[in-house]
């Protein structure tokens, strides 16, 4: 990017938080944020490698929206961070936070053909989603450490053990009718979570 393709972007960043800020003030001190401007400035961080801006929007966004960081999409963006700033233990569980969120965003990023284990429309609407807005390809130069760890990393026992288990459990709830038994195996998946934090 040029100097003034990376000044352009920054002054986006920079209208996005004042929008931010004014949504705050409006509602007496806490975000609402309906039209999700929070989750704009990763992706913008990420285009001019700002990895050090991203890592602080994250902390602030963390503090702000704690419920909120779920959605795969973010949590990719956010290992990216945090591999870029070279907090690899914390990259390597928000991953996993990815993984759970998403099992097929990964291997999307990767150009492996995902595995749609799970046959629900859930999982087909949501694999959907993340061809329309994810914009993250292995082929990006900028990725191309983060692809090369991301790669060795999803090969590890570590990752293979917690991809294995949540698989299990996605495909036993799935045919669980509901009841005391898939809420047992919710409640194993989100416990399975749980060790990740």
């Known amino acids: 990017m040029t100097e003034k393709q990376i000044e352009s972007v920054k002054r986006k960043i920079a209208k996005i938080?004042?929008?931010?800020?004014a949504d705050k003030k409006h509602w007496g001190g806490f975000h609402h944020d309906s039209g999700g401007?929070?989750?704009?400035?990763?992706?913008?961080?990420?285009?001019?490698?700002?990895?050090?801006g991203?890592?602080?929007?994250?902390?602030?966004?963390?503090?702000?929206?704690?419920?909120?960081?779920?959605?795969?999409?973010?949590?990719?963006?956010?290992?990216?961070t945090l591999y870029k700033t070279k907090r690899i233990q914390l990259a390597e569980k928000?991953?996993?936070?990815?993984f759970f969120s998403n099992t097929?965003?990964?291997?999307?990023?990767?150009?492996?053909?995902?595995?749609l284990l799970?046959?629900?429309e859930q999982i087909k609407w949501e694999h959907e989603q993340?061809?329309?807005?994810?914009?993250?390809?292995?082929?990006?130069?900028?990725?191309?450490?983060?692809?090369?760890?991301?790669?060795?990393?999803?090969?590890?026992?570590?990752?293979?053990?917690?991809?294995?288990?949540?698989?299990?459990?996605?495909?036993?709830?799935?045919e669980e009718p509901l009841g005391e038994i898939r809420s047992a195996l919710v409640e194993r998946k989100y416990k399975l979570l749980e060790q990740v934090n």
């Not at 938080?17 to 800020?21: E, H, V």
């Not at 960081?69 to 990719?76: N, Q, R, T, V």
């Open 104 to 115: 097929l965003l990964l291997d999307m990023f990767l150009g492996k053909a995902p595995l």
């Open 94 to 98: 928000k991953i996993k936070q990815t």
């Open 118 to 120: 799970n046959k629900s």
């Open 54 to 80: 991203s890592l602080r929007y994250f902390n602030w966004f963390s503090k702000n929206f704690p419920e909120d960081s779920e959605h795969p999409i973010i949590l990719f963006e956010w290992a990216v």
């Open 37 to 52: 401007l929070r989750y704009l400035p990763p992706e913008l961080y990420l285009k001019i490698q700002d990895y050090t």
């Open 17 to 21: 938080k004042k929008g931010l800020a």
């Open 130 to 174: 993340l061809i329309k807005h994810f914009k993250y390809s292995k082929n990006q130069v900028e990725l191309t450490d983060f692809t090369q760890w991301l790669d060795s990393f999803m090969k590890t026992e570590s990752f293979l053990e917690f991809a294995n288990k949540l698989l299990k459990l996605n495909r036993q709830i799935e």
